[in-house]
């Protein structure tokens, strides 16, 4: 009972510091986006047109306003779920994000998949396998994945896999086919990361004493390997994966782009292209405040594996 009365201490604090940290996200996307040089204005209604005309859309918009009154209609608008309108699009950018955002999710997911099928069995191949061939040869493929960049991997696989070979489609999102490209050119960089994390989490977890208990027992191999070092050997990995949760999202700026994607990240490049400063907000936002949450649930998540930390 007292134990679990500290987990649920420990959850409340996580979720107490979560409150400063969105406001600080939201506080520092506005001002930003508002120290952006240019006119969003000037630039929806060309060179030509009239001040009276730049003014009257300025009002509308409400860009005539000081800052600090935006900032205030700004966070009502969040609190209710209003985001403004994209000048551009002439739609509710609540609604624009929300229709693009499972999408940049979906990718981010796969390629978290795809990283983890790629990392955890070749980090305890390696681990297993400590100054072998097989530890060597993984140690140069994660080696050559850390250092090639998605942006250029991405356009590699489109010409060979797509082009040349015929195999998957070049972009798009219409079935599952179109995600096996961008999920790999996110999840290959995040594979070598965790490759070495899980590589290195397992050796320390395989020389410690009760692995050579439960090998003294005449336990097999494989249920020592698999049930007692990995799960223990995981634990840092998840703080890893949540970590890099951030950094998939931002990839997929690139990475959408790259094969048409209709994700958040290729809204938030038009929205920069077009100095869309109400859109890009949305967007910048709902990337911050996902990565925020997703710390949140690994804390939650590190807690349930590691009940240590609860205390």
């Known amino acids: 009972m007292a134990q679990s009365h500290r987990a649920l201490r420990a959850l409340l604090l996580r979720l107490l510091y979560t409150v400063p940290v969105v406001w600080l996200v939201v506080s520092v996307v506005f001002l930003l986006i508002h120290l952006v040089p240019g006119d969003p204005i000037q630039q929806m209604l060309g060179d030509g047109a009239r001040p009276a005309d730049i003014s009257a859309l300025r009002h509308v918009y409400g860009l005539d306003l000081p800052l600090h ?66 530890d060597r040869a993984l140690s140069v493929i994660s080696l050559f994945g850390l250092s090639f960049p998605g942006f250029a991997l991405g356009p590699i696989l489109v010409l060979l896999v797509s082009i040349r070979l015929g195999w998957l489609p070049v972009s798009g999102a219409d079935s599952p086919a179109h995600l096996v490209l961008p999920a790999t050119t996110m999840g290959s960089a995040l594979a070598a990361i965790l490759t070495r994390m899980v590589r290195t989490a397992m050796l320390e977890e395989l020389g410690q004493d009760y692995i050579r208990t439960a090998r003294a027992k005449g336990l097999p191999e494989r249920t020592v390997v698999y049930r007692h070092a990995l799960r223990n050997a995981l634990i840092p990995v998840i703080t890893l994966v949540g970590l890099q949760f951030g950094a998939l999202l931002a990839g997929a700026i690139v990475t959408e782009k790259i094969f048409s994607w209709p994700g958040i990240g290729r809204l938030t490049v038009d929205a920069i292209s077009n100095r869309d400063y109400a859109l890009l907000q949305g967007c910048i936002l709902a990337v911050g405040v ?21 205390g």
């Open 69 to 134: 009154t935006q900032y205030l209609h700004y966070w009502r608008g969040v609190l209710h779920g209003d985001l403004g309108q994209s000048l551009r699009l002439k739609d509710s950018v609540t609604h624009l994000v929300l229709s693009r955002y499972p999408y940049t999710v979906e990718l981010t997911v796969a390629a978290l998949i795809v990283a983890l099928a790629l990392a955890v069995p070749a980090g305890i191949a390696s681990a297993t396998h400590r100054d072998r061939w097989q």
């Open 290 to 310: 996902t990565y925020v949450l997703v710390n949140l649930a690994t804390d939650v998540l590190y807690l349930l594996v590691n009940p240590r930390i609860r």
